[in-house]
């Protein structure tokens, strides 16, 4: 398997263990429901970690300029996705603002520091 692939799954991995802790202190801070947007929130990190790994080992494949492109085009479009989700789910489902972005944030910036970590640790 690609390291971009494992990479991306074990940030998705990550984002998901993280996802109750980002409930309980949304849940604390706010509502129940800002929990649960809060893991919704998680999840869509999570999703956006899977795709991006998988993205890059399609990418690494074929060439570095590909691979670059896919890298930079993949992150500014992935931030946008996630606003647009964000946004979505506030006018259309109601969701809690503060709760979702907890989740992403949360989520997001866990499980890059944890990975960040471990790579500077291992070499």
């Known amino acids: ?18 996802s109750p802790l980002a409930a309980v202190v949304s849940w604390a801070l706010w509502t129940a429901a800002a929990g649960g947007w ?10 956006s970690f ?3 790994g998988w993205g890059l080992s399609l990418a690494a494949r ?7 492109a896919v890298a930079f085009g993949g992150f500014v479009i992935r931030l946008a996705l996630i606003t647009l989700l ?13 709760g ?6 949360a989520a997001w910036l866990g499980s890059l520091t944890i990975e960040a970590r471990r790579q500077v640790a291992t070499g």
């Open 1 to 18: 398997m690609d390291v971009e692939a494992i990479i991306g799954r074990r940030l998705a991995g990550r984002a998901l263990l993280i």
């Open 38 to 47: 809060a893991v919704a929130g998680a999840l869509a990190a999570a999703g």
């Open 50 to 52: 899977a795709a991006t």
């Open 62 to 68: 074929r060439s570095f300029v590909t691979l670059g």
């Open 86 to 98: 964000v946004w979505a789910a506030v006018a259309i489902w109601d969701a809690h603002l503060y």
């Open 100 to 105: 979702m972005f907890l989740g992403v944030g």
